[in-house]
């Protein structure tokens, strides 16, 4: 079974900051992705950013980057130059690949509050 | 540029009632997905369907089945409605591959059931 873990229910940061929302992950698939999802007080799930289990380097979209580090299970979303429309739930999820389609499990999130 | 639409977007129901949360992509997606999405815990999911013609059960698919009528809709019906089952409800899609094409989510439905 796969399981993911966010060990921080909330974060506070400044506009502008650098902030990283921490996820570790359990699973005993060779074969796995790590997703990162933005949830906004609107409701809607926007995907961020996608890391698979053998990708050698650490995935990046634009402001977005994702610090994997396979050896501890831990796939840290960072995001740079914080904006005040950061502020929202981040979901972090995992799955298992080569499957052709994802059984996503979640994390129970983190709420990001970015201030002026 | 619709996506995924669900509906309706908000309901109301009475323990007993029964319902079905209609949704449907227009992005040509062969998976498609039901999440339910309780306060203080991540999406966990109820059913998926790999592809056209195929269901399965996921994480927690008590009281609930699915039809994939096409490849564009995926319903989610709830034959005997209960309390426990108040929840805010997303549909999701994502096109086959080898596991790594993100999910497309609507806008979920906000169910209460008294």
């Known amino acids: 079974a796969q399981k993911i873990t966010q060990t921080q229910p909330g974060m506070f940061v400044q506009e502008k900051e650098a902030v990283t929302l921490d996820c570790t992950y359990d699973?005993?698939?060779?074969?796995?992705?790590l997703f990162w999802y933005k949830q906004p007080s609107s409701g809607e799930m926007i995907f961020l950013i996608y890391?698979?289990?053998?990708?050698?380097q650490n995935a990046t979209e634009g402001r977005y980057s994702l610090n994997f580090q396979k050896a501890r299970k831990s796939a840290n979303l960072v995001i740079s130059a914080s904006q005040l429309g950061d502020s929202a739930m981040y979901f972090c999820a995992t799955s298992r690949m080569n499957t052709g389609f994802q059984k996503l499990v979640f994390g129970t999130g983190t709420r990001l509050l970015v201030s002026p | 540029n619709a996506g995924v639409t669900q509906t309706p977007k908000f309901q109301v129901l009475k323990t007993g009632q029964s319902m079905t949360l209609q949704c449907a992509q227009d992005?040509?997606?062969?998976?498609m997905y039901w999440y339910r999405q309780d306060p203080g815990m991540g999406l966990r999911l109820i059913y998926y369907?790999?592809?056209?013609?195929?269901?399965d059960k996921g994480e927690v698919p008590n009281g609930y089945n699915v039809s994939r009528l096409n490849k564009r809709e995926f319903s989610l019906r709830l034959e005997s409605a209960a309390p426990s089952q108040t929840s805010v409800y997303f549909c999701?899609?994502?096109?086959?591959?080898?596991?790594?094409?993100?999910?497309?989510f609507g806008d979920g439905t906000r169910l209460s059931i008294l």
């Open positions: 699973t005993s698939d060779q074969s796995y992705g």
């Open positions: 890391q698979g289990s053998y990708d050698e």
């Open positions: 999701a899609s994502s096109r086959q591959g080898s596991g790594n094409q993100p999910q497309h």
């Open positions: 992005m040509n997606h062969n998976s």
């Open positions: 369907s790999a592809s056209e013609g195929t269901t």
